[in-house]
């Protein structure tokens, strides 16, 4: 009855926290997944690593590779991805990684304010919930968590 | 030798015409799909055929579900899907379906102004391409349609 | 833009004519198939061609597998599944077709009155669309095959 | 030599429990899951977690998603699915459920009085094994467990 | 509406010819795949391309090789695929088909004497048509190719 | 660097006891499944759980799809399938075992007499080593099964 | 019975136009594809349409992807990938795309003199068919795409 | 957080430790495994355990074929694959490998030189990393091995 949940999106609040909280406080047998949560790190692994590079294009282009190599992994290995919109930045990286996910037929549930419900409809209405709170995603986990008879 | 690509984002500007008219230009056998590109219809598609909603959430729920009848078809239909990204709005369901391809295992080229470079790192980094103009597109859409030997 | 739909269930309605019409009156690009709708025919089609059972199970068994030389083969084949569901007989057979074509990834749209919201629910939440006439059907699917830009 | 076997369809009679009971009985390594089976909370799953929806179509469809995110999960980790029909309620969804294991490949198991022969007839047809009784299938898992030489 | 089949198994009778002409003389828009049914030119037909062999089982193996080019991909494009077993010969290859049909989720029609029934007890629980005669596969073609309504 | 495989076939001589001990004897990381060999039982557990059929083809058929719930998850689950083929009876299940196997990509070893190798040629040609003896699969296990670096 | 193959490897000598010569003269209905064969061409493309780049590693890798967007699509659509190996050059493409097509499950057919038996071991291992003359590939073509009875 | 990795490719050099080592002194949670890296053993294993063959190519083949058990095994159980490549031997092999983990769609990471940059364009653009030391890949899997938050 366990479950692998990857945790996507916005990276400057703390919602992750509270749904992995949520989680160990209920004692669900869930395993959590999550990017590389560290922005500086996240965004300069590539030159770090590798090498650095003149362009932008091409240090953006190594790091994300990098980071790929985790984060696909992560969606492909999930029974269900949670992507949490906010309200800074453009955030594509999020709705990339829900279509991700759902061409590889994973479930996601969305994870956003009301105030998004327009530019999201799309993915909205490709997930099997769309919540506002991330104690409503620990609700539901607890829910779909309960034993089997 | 026939290609069949989707052109994805945007719908402000008239990238996809100067694709096909490109492509129209040098006679290339490529079969070009897109979505409904009429914003209004599209955002009034399931209220106008299945009836009123009194919620605006469920309003562009079953509005954005019937596009996806259409999009998420003509998507794992092509060989190649291009998506641009414009300056204006969230454009989340671009990078949504973009994210749909790579999941398919479709490849992807992206059309985008360099100054959307770091925003877009994580998608540029799963295409095969990331062009500026639709003109670079048209190119590639000969190159790769040179008769075999 | 071609599309093919596969339409299941309900053999005791004209809807299915009414679907075809319509897409004949608007010239729609789309392929529509359908089971053997002949109920005497589709029931004894096993002992017809195959030789008597003395037990009801197996004559049951026998046709049941010929038509799902058909229907399993359509559905498969299909862009589209529509699923009518009607006021008469027990229909396992339509919910079973709906299973299949979600199980396959292949979007379904269902027809239905509204008095069968509660127990078609988990079917309507993987639909598409929920329709409740033929004619809502035949708008979507003029909807989505206007041409590409 | 563990299987896998989700436990689909009627939650009114106590055809669960005998079946875990048979196969702890006799020490079988199978792990059984189940949906939730709490009819009620079930129904009201959405609304509790997500909020209160003002029409009946979109409360069933809320709820009818978070249940959805455990059975298919459940179903596509099974390696056999046993579905009971009984005589009450239209059971479309233990339908879909048999039909969605058979679009994955996954073998099932259908459990019925003789009195359904004939309606679930295409369901019977795809079916590796048809019992009337619970404690026929705890057999057929005892005999399909049996250590390899 | 038009299906594609794959005739697989005996070489040794008419049983292909009669299934052909039954298509021909009822107008069924279906495709007939076969094998390479000269047995001299299958069997040699790798030390007549690529050079002979000292060892009879690489000889054997070049030319299977060759013919599993064409076969493998026969069955992988067919819709459904017979198979004949006749009372001469070990016949393991139409044995072999069938089970790659089976492993490639390609329906199968058996077609034997019901002498063979215990031995091929397995195929023919997969097959969704056991026929004792070609008459018998030509009416499921028939019955199948019924057009759409 | 577990191993888990299928040793499918001939049941009359006591090869899998030979592999099996080969195995232990080396301490080997492998997982061995292997069909009901119990000729008895394995021909009349339909019968004997579902009750009994006064045709032989439905006694053979309830009994075959039992026995297919455990064999085709068996291949399914593994990482190779062995197939002995020996010298008595038509074992057309032990060719439709390899075929499964190879429709599924999984790959095959072969274990015959030379005399059979013309019968066995496209088996043969399928498999990734054509074995004479229970002690040379058991020598190929161990050489596959040496520690990573 | 139409095939379409897909011509990989080397692109220093005729054996493309041999074998193309070769399906014209016998009528053969087989689609051929191939890269694009222009070494210049090849390898400028990427600087050529989307830009020149200071470090040689990336200008290679633009060129590669958008050369990538033909080979890959046209190995996926292909029903057998024939691959030359020559005596010059490293060749890792053309291994690599052997590659590709082996993991996608598509045959190939290996096409080198037989001092390169070696160093070819593993690809020749995974082939149908090792041919030392565009000759005896065109033999094969023509020996599979015999009419079916 | 665990990962498994394939290290594939030359086997003259300490690159397999080295990666080994890196990982055991970082305690990251991460199996490897690779290929049977003795020449001779490996060269030889078709002979040693099936008997002589009088031609090289056949000798080559069956222990091309044994080794293919283990490495197609460890390739797809993987989730990265990396490939070095070195300045000796023609490494075909290599490369095929790489191809094979893309076919499957299984991210690779390259191992080489700067010097090999054009003859590996095409790999390297299918790789999410292109790494010059086996210390950098140790760095890759100890940034991708940060525990989730």
Known sequence: M???IYLSGE???D???????GIQQSNLDIEVLSPITNHDSSDNVGSNILGNETSNFWKDHKSAKINALRTNNFISRS????IKFG???KQWNAAF???IATGLGIPIITLHSPDLTHPLKEIDAAA???????EQVVEILKYISQPSK
């Open 79 to 82: 029974d269900i991805v949670v």
């Open 128 to 134: 099997l919930a769309v919540a506002e709170t991330p």
């Open 87 to 89: 309200d800074q930045y």
């Open 11 to 13: 990276i400057h609040s």
């Open 2 to 4: 366990a479950y692998t």
């Open 15 to 21: 919602w992750r926290e509270k749904i992995s909280q």
């Open 97 to 99: 990684e829900a279509g």
